[in-house]
T-cell receptor
């Protein structure tokens, strides 16, 4: 299997549930990302991991908890979410070339559509 | 801070007509610019990128974009629209020194027969 795979593709959860989104990349990339895509808003970068280390947390509420056990896998653990958290969550990976080289092209997964009731 | 602005949240064209999707950027340093496309129920796919080589960049599916520094623009064009081009298109700039990708709000392209 190639590319970036996200599971589940659709998730419906109540505000008191705990669930997780999973992302796996088979591209040999060193960086992984979580983005949130809501209607009528630009894509919001949530988290960045480089070589398994978190390098960016874009002021994301603590009810979202990322985990990156290795360079190929990324999780987003969800707990006590709010209805406004309903969105498409996109995972991406990149090779993380020399900074400023423009080589950091992102490859996206198909997304996990989350609905919080 | 670097940013991109996409003019027009919706664009409609007839099949066979020219496609023009507008993107203007703001950057104090030479930018790296990208166009991504998102088909329904899918993630984003890279169409093309500008990395300071040729100003006219050719991408997949017959799309191309021209970098114009004097106009701070990176508009996306395709000479003849196809029904399969219906999708949402995102312009993005790679933020200098952080390598973060900053996206525009997107333009939804509709193609009518």
């Amino acid at each position: 299997e190639t590319g970036v795979t996200q599971t589940p593709r659709h998730l419906v959860m109540g505000m008191t549930n705990k669930k997780s989104l999973k992302c796996e990349q088979h591209l040999g990339h060193n960086a992984m990302y979580w983005y949130k895509q809501s209607a009528k808003k630009p894509l919001e970068l949530m988290f960045v991991y480089n070589f398994k280390e978190q390098t960016e947390n874009n002021s994301v509420p603590s009810r979202f908890s990322p985990e990156c056990p290795n360079s190929s896998h990324l999780f987003l653990h969800l707990h006590t979410l709010q209805p406004e958290d309903s969105a498409l969550y996109l995972c991406a990976s990149s090779p993380r070339g020399d900074r400023g080289s423009g080589a950091n092209v992102l490859t996206f997964g198909a997304g996990s559509r989350l609905t919080v009731l | 801070a670097q940013s991109v602005t996409q003019l027009g949240s919706h664009v409609s064209v007839s099949e066979g007509a020219l496609v023009l999707l507008r993107c203007n950027y703001s950057s104090s340093v030479p930018p790296y610019l990208f166009w991504y496309v998102q088909y329904p129920n899918q993630g984003l796919q890279l169409l093309l990128k500008y990395t300071s080589a040729a100003t006219l960049v050719k991408g997949i599916n017959g799309f191309e974009a021209e970098f114009k520094k004097s106009e701070t623009s990176f508009h996306l064009t395709k000479p003849s629209a196809h029904m399969s081009d219906a999708a949402e298109y995102f312009c993005a700039v790679l933020e200098a020194f952080t390598d973060k990708l900053i996206f525009g709000t997107g333009t939804r392209l509709q193609v009518f027969p």
